[in-house]
Structure formats: structure tokens, C-alpha cells
């Protein structure tokens, strides 16, 4: 029992976090917004070029080889961020699913591409109304029927559907000429899917948790500079408290979505659990850390000029993606309802794991 | 990063159990609170884990330990649950000043109190508050006045759980009478039964009196009991409550036990229970789960060599509201039957739940208000300024 991160684990993470910290801050989001553009082409091929499209895909077909606790902060820190580009969604989740159909000629040609970084794959899985970034994919895996199909994006057509989140570029799709790939079907289809949906919902817990973060980080700065009656207002405690109180949430969200990252490849009903659970615990501190960031600001804080609505809308954006409150609620539910319960039970796996 | 427990720790577990499992009183023994003959089976089963070196695990062997690591002593801690052992009446020295002597005593204070404190020979109560001083501890005004070999202590300390039939206090003192807040208080301990001492039980909430007032007047010590240097006092007590409030005071088997009792309770009245309750439930249990994991992390860390700063006061937050809300997802569960004593003739199954509520009220309140914890999160995790 080691419940840490390896320092290999942590200086990755440190990589990313470096790389956008220079180039992704609010101001770049604002020149973002101001040209009309929801996704920075060059700030994409920087990450792009780090290799990690790649982390989660097996080195048998060329990919880094890593699990989720290599990639958990990552995600974190494109949530700190509010990343507009898909590196989470695709490194984390679509790759991995394309990956593990790459036995099919098709997928593997794909594949090859995506892990040299000339396209990028994304997934339409049926627990999303939309689409993300599908405008940037070459090829889009989807369910039809109880199938899983890679369409090639000349096959489709996408419709724009506008996100309250500005750096979110969703669609619904359309086929037009009906030509696709059958990548798998049956129990191998269900199951890649429900592991793409573990995925998904793991690495969006992770991005809530870093939005919590920086929201909370975000007020405090504030509180510090912000002076009423003649100090500054974080030196009172209905500010403090407000904020320690969303900072408190965070805490008790972030050893709950590692754990889920350390457990994902059980795939079981404790691991698939405990993702749920990070996801409901991430949103909840996510909204509870962006509204008191709002409330800090006061009246700053409802206008658009102050970042902390991109933070909120991001916030409010992923509480649904990969699963809603309600789905992950019920998914919890039959671990919580439906397996031994006690203290010998913190770390319980199915039989099969050991 | 390994979430699955090695085969030692494996084993250690299955020792536990087996040990648990027959030496565990089949009956509760009477509250410690409320009788000296309930606070004497509590001590007399200190003494019988003593004797399977069950005391304290994370001791070094020579003062009762086994020497094993933070990880160990969670397993432990589950299995202690686990088997519905009794409540340790022993609690405010093994797990608050217990750590603290280790740190910072002499050799011969810590030869000298840890063996005992471990076997039970000696029960402790901490005495830090004083009427004028509680969330503003700083404010404390009893004295340690130096007089040759030894320090007379006079003052009023309060709120001392276990204090009524308690051995030994732990005590915050000003040894500066020049001094002002912070600065010129030292850490003393005293007996109980020093000449000079009273001690006088405050009847608590639910009746029983688990704590008590302690009246100093006079009272002659000698010098080798001051735990740590002369005007230490203060950071010595506050790295103490970073011991109770984060890691130590709450374990997290604790609250998975009480969840695993509210979801059995559930179960027997779902059928009249509406959709929030449920949600109710399901939230109490993900949220002691969190609180495992949690300590489970910070023990990991810990045990390679971290230490445990203002993260203390998130946990202490944590488990206190979640106390109560587990609590109060019982209290709905049982409905209109919730405020009938367990003696009722139509009590039915309403168990322990309604003292469990009233104790979960303390919760934000001892070891350090809560509202004193946001300011120190606010503070040191967050970077505000001071008020």
C-alpha cells in the first residue's frame, strides 16, 4: 500500500503544467475570445508535440504505455488551465479507445497516424448528446446499434452546436454517405465503451478538480488585493471561511480521484464506483469553489471582464459531460448498496482482482 | 502508486482479526462517562491490549509498540472497528500526548509515562482550555510559577474530557508572568490527585459528565515535568493538535462503521424512506470513504518522511460535518420514532443513533472550533491575511 505519486509521475504532470502556464493563461484565452477563435492551432502542436497523444495507448502498437495515475494531473492541470484543445478527450480517453481496436487494419492505419501526431481521433459515445472537437478529428469512433464504428470525417456531417463555455467546440453528427468501419461489436464493443465512459468520466473529475482550484486560487488573489472599510477583504472571515470552506471540498475530492485513477484498470463495479464518486465529488467542489469565486468578487465577479466565468462555464460544462449527477449517483449506488460495506472494504476489488 | 496491500500487510491484518475476535467483550462495557465502574472495565481492557502489544502500535517496542508504520496502524484501526471494540477512555494520551512526549521528551519523561500510558496504569485528560481562553487559547492565564526544583501551578482549567477519574492532565500554563499571549507558556503535566487540585464534573449535553472543570491552587511540581523547553508551550501544543485534529483523534474505520450501520438501517425501513433519503445515505458512505482515502494518503506521505501542516484542519472540518450529516440521515431514517430513548417500549430499532447525534454536535467544537479551522486554512493553505 503506497497511496503516492512515483516523482516520474509528478514530473510529467510538472511538464504540462509548465508548458501552460506560459501559454495558457486567461489573457491568451481573452485574445482567443477577441478573434473569434475557440482553439489555439499553435499552442495544440506544442502539445501535440510533447508525444502524449500517445500516453495511454500500449507501446505494443507504438504508444507511450502509461496508465491513468500517469495521466490523472495531467488532466488536472489542463483543468487548471481551462484548456480549450482536446488533449485530455483525446489522449485520455479516444486514443486509448481506438488503441484497443487496433487489431482491425483500419483502426491500426488511424492509429499509426494519430501517434505521430498528423490527426486525432474522437469519440461519440452515446452517454454525450454532442460531440467535442470533431471538426479536428480525421476519424470519430462511435456506437451504432450495439457496435462500434470508426467513421472517417469525409463520411460525416457535423452540425455546430454552441456551448455556453466558449472554448468548447461541440456537434451532432450526421452520416452522408453510410460508409464506416466496424471496429467491434457485442461484449468487446460494450465493454470498450464502458471503459472509454470510466475514462471520460475519470479524466473530467480531474479537469473539475483543477478548475476548483484555480477558482479558489483566483478568489484568493483577489481577497488579498481587494480592500473594503480600510482592509482587504480576505482579511475578514466571512470571506476566509467561504473560501476555506470550497477549499475543504477540493481536499476531499482529490485523494478520491486519484484512487479512481489507480483503480480504473480494474474495471470492476469498486473501480467503476469509485470513478463515479470522483465525479460527483469533482463537480460538486468545482460549483461550490467557481460560485464562491463569483461571490468574492462581488459585483467584479458578474462581470465578463474578470476571468472567473470561464472557469464557472467550464465548471458547469463538465458536470454533465461523461455522466450526469444522476447517472454517477446511480453507478455508486450499487457499489454502496449492493457490495460489502465496512472499514476492511476501503481498498475491496471483485474477486477477480485480487 | 499501489492501492493493494502487500502480503505482510495482509497478515498483519489476519492478526489482528484473530485477536480482535477473541479478546473483543461480547457485551459493550458501561460508558466511561458515567461511572468510575465504566471508566475502570475501559482501563482494564487498555491493560488487555497492552498485553497483546495492541496499545499503541506505532510505538517503538521499548515503550509498548510494535514499530510499525502509519499504514499498519490503519489496518489496525479497521479491524479495531471492525470488531466493534470499545471506545479507548485512554485516547486523549495515547493518541494526543503520547506523540507529543515522543517528540518532545526527555528520555526518561518518555520511559517514564509512555509504558504506563500504554498499559492504561495511567489515564490522561488534556488541560488547555480555561474559561477565558477556548477558541482564543492564546488567551490562557493560569501560572507556573518557578520556585526552586520545581513550578507552583495555580489557575482554572476547563473542558477536560475524562478529567472526572483521569490520572493524569496535560497542562498549558504561563511559566512568564511578564509574558503575553503566544509567548512565556510551557507544557507541564500534573496528577490529578496532587494536593491542591479539584476537580469538579460539568454534566454534558446528553447528561453524562465526560468532561470537567480542573480548579489548580497551589499545586507543587517538580521541574521534570514540564514536557520541552520553558516558553515552548505554545508550539508544542500547537503541533499536538495537528496530531488530534488531522490524523489521530478520528479514524476513519470509525465513521465506515457507522456508515455500514446507517445503510443496514436503511435497508430495514427503504420502503417508507423518500428518494433523499437514500441520497442521503449514499452520500454519508461516499464521504467516509473519501475520509479513508484521504488519511490514506496523507499516511503514505507521512511515512516517507512528510510531516502534516495546515491539512489537519481540512480533516478535522471534514469528519466533524460528516459526523453529524450520517447522523442526521439516521435521525430521518427512523422518522417520528427518532426521539424515543432506546428504554421506550416502542423504540424498536432506534439503537444508539440519537447519542451518536448529540456527540457528532461536539465534533465542530472540541479539538479546535471549527470556524477557528477555516481561519487557519484561509491563512496558511490560501494565503489571507491575518485579522
Redesign the interface.
Known amino acids: 500500500?503506497?497511496?503516492?505519486?512515483?516523482d516520474e509521475?509528478t514530473m510529467t504532470a510538472e511538464a504540462v503544467r509548465a508548458l501552460l502556464a506560459d501559454r495558457c493563461q486567461p489573457q491568451d484565452l481573452r485574445r482567443l475570445m477577441q478573434a473569434g477563435e475557440s482553439r489555439d492551432d499553435s499552442r495544440w502542436a506544442a502539445i501535440v508535440e510533447m508525444g502524449l497523444l500517445g500516453a495511454l495507448a500500449p507501446e505494443s502498437v507504438g504508444g507511450l504505455g502509461l496508465s491513468e495515475?500517469d495521466f490523472v494531473q495531467i488532466a488536472e492541470a489542463c483543468g487548471y488551465a481551462a484548456l480549450p484543445e482536446p488533449l485530455v478527450e483525446a489522449a485520455g480517453v479516444a486514443t486509448p479507445l481506438l488503441a484497443s481496436l487496433a487489431e482491425r487494419p483500419e483502426a491500426a492505419a488511424l492509429l499509426e497516424k494519430v501517434l505521430a501526431g498528423e490527426a486525432v481521433v474522437v469519440a461519440a459515445h452515446p452517454i454525450n448528446p454532442v460531440i467535442a472537437d470533431a471538426d479536428l478529428a480525421a476519424g470519430v469512433l462511435s456506437a451504432r446499434g450495439g457496435e462500434l464504428h470508426l467513421f472517417t470525417a469525409e463520411s460525416l456531417s457535423f452540425v455546430r452546436q454552441p456551448s455556453v463555455d466558449p472554448f468548447r467546440r461541440l456537434f451532432t453528427m450526421e452520416e452522408t454517405t453510410g460508409e464506416s468501419v466496424k471496429l467491434a461489436e457485442g461484449a468487446v464493443a460494450a465493454r470498450a465503451l464502458l471503459d472509454a465512459l470510466d475514462r471520460g468520466a475519470l479524466f473530467a473529475a480531474a479537469q473539475l478538480l483543477g478548475v476548483a482550484q484555480r477558482a479558489?486560487a483566483m478568489a484568493?488573489d483577489y481577497?488579498?488585493e481587494r480592500k473594503q472599510f480600510g482592509?482587504?477583504i480576505?482579511?475578514?472571515?466571512a470571506?476566509?471561511?467561504l473560501?476555506?470552506?470550497a477549499?475543504?471540498k477540493i481536499?476531499?475530492?482529490?485523494?478520491?480521484v486519484?484512487?479512481a485513477a489507480?483503480?480504473c484498470a480494474n474495471g470492476d463495479a469498486f473501480s467503476r464506483a469509485r470513478i463515479s464518486?470522483a465525479k460527483?465529488?469533482a463537480a460538486d467542489a468545482a460549483d461550490a469553489a467557481c460560485r464562491a469565486a463569483v461571490q468574492a468578487h462581488g459585483a467584479m465577479g458578474y462581470s465578463w471582464e474578470v476571468d472567473v466565468h470561464l472557469f464557472l462555464k467550464r465548471a458547469l460544462a463538465l458536470s454533465g459531460w461523461w455522466g450526469d449527477a444522476a447517472f454517477h449517483?446511480a453507478r455508486?449506488?450499487t457499489r454502496?448498496?449492493g457490495r460489502p460495506?465496512?472499514?476492511?472494504?476501503?481498498?475491496a476489488a471483485d474477486a477477480k482482482n485480487? | 502508486m499501489d492501492l493493494r496491500y502487500s502480503p505482510e500487510e495482509k497478515s498483519f491484518r489476519a492478526e489482528a482479526r484473530a485477536w480482535m475476535e477473541a479478546n473483543v467483550p461480547r457485551d459493550p462495557l458501561p460508558s466511561f462517562d458515567a461511572s468510575r465502574e465504566g471508566f475502570e472495565a475501559h482501563r482494564a481492557w487498555e491493560r488487555t491490549l497492552n498485553e497483546g502489544r495492541w496499545g499503541m502500535v506505532t510505538w517503538p517496542e521499548r515503550y509498548g509498540g510494535r514499530g510499525l508504520d502509519l499504514i499498519r496502524w490503519l489496518i489496525f484501526e479497521e479491524e479495531y472497528w471492525r470488531a466493534g471494540a470499545p471506545l479507548r477512555v485512554n485516547q486523549n494520551g495515547v493518541f494526543l500526548f503520547g506523540p507529543t512526549l515522543m517528540e518532545y521528551g526527555s528520555d526518561e519523561q518518555k520511559a517514564r509515562f509512555l509504558p504506563r500510558m500504554a498499559a492504561g496504569d495511567d489515564i490522561w485528560a488534556q488541560a488547555w482550555s480555561e474559561p477565558q481562553a477556548g477558541s482564543d487559547l492564546a488567551a490562557v492565564r493560569a501560572t507556573a510559577r518557578r520556585d526552586g526544583d520545581g513550578y507552583i501551578l495555580s489557575g482554572h482549567k476547563i473542558w477536560s474530557s475524562r478529567a472526572v477519574f483521569a490520572d493524569w492532565a496535560f497542562g498549558l500554563f504561563r511559566t512568564d508572568p511578564a509574558s503575553e499571549r503566544h509567548k512565556g507558556l510551557s507544557l507541564i503535566v500534573f496528577p490529578l490527585d496532587a494536593p491542591g487540585v479539584r476537580v469538579q464534573a460539568i454534566p454534558q449535553i446528553d447528561g453524562e459528565t465526560g468532561f470537567a472543570e480542573i480548579f489548580l491552587d497551589g499545586v507543587r511540581v517538580p521541574a521534570d515535568l514540564r514536557i520541552g523547553g520553558e516558553g515552548d508551550g505554545w508550539s508544542i501544543c500547537m503541533a499536538t493538535a495537528g496530531f488530534e485534529r488531522g490524523l489521530m483523534l478520528r479514524s476513519p474505520a470509525r465513521f465506515q462503521m457507522a456508515a455500514k450501520r446507517l445503510v443496514e438501517l436503511f435497508r430495514a425501513h427503504e420502503a417508507s424512506c423518500p428518494p433523499e433519503t437514500k441520497a442521503a445515505v449514499l452520500q454519508a458512505v461516499m464521504d467516509t470513504d473519501a475520509y479513508a482515502l484521504s488519511i490514506y494518503w496523507t499516511a503514505s506521505r507521512m511515512r516517507a518522511g512528510g510531516g502534516i501542516g495546515a491539512e489537519a484542519s481540512v480533516n478535522k472540518i471534514f469528519w466533524s460535518e460528516m459526523d453529524i450529516a450520517l447522523h442526521r440521515a439516521a435521525l430521518s431514517i427512523l422518522g417520528a420514532r427518532a426521539e424515543l430513548l432506546r428504554e421506550a417500549p416502542a423504540a424498536g430499532d432506534v439503537g444508539r443513533w440519537l447519542d451518536g447525534y448529540f456527540f457528532s454536535l461536539a465534533g465542530p467544537i472540541y479539538a479546535g472550533s471549527n470556524e477557528i479551522q477555516k481561519n487557519i486554512i484561509a491563512e496558511r493553505m490560501l494565503g489571507l491575511p491575518r485579522g
Open positions: 500500500m503506497d497511496f503516492r505519486f512515483t509521475q495515475p479558489v484568493a481577497a488579498r482592509k482587504p480576505g482579511s475578514y472571515q470571506i476566509k471561511h473560501l476555506a470552506a477549499q475543504v481536499e476531499f475530492t482529490r485523494p478520491v486519484y484512487a489507480a483503480e464518486h460527483l465529488a449517483r455508486a449506488a454502496v448498496f460495506l465496512g472499514p476492511e472494504t476501503t481498498f485480487g
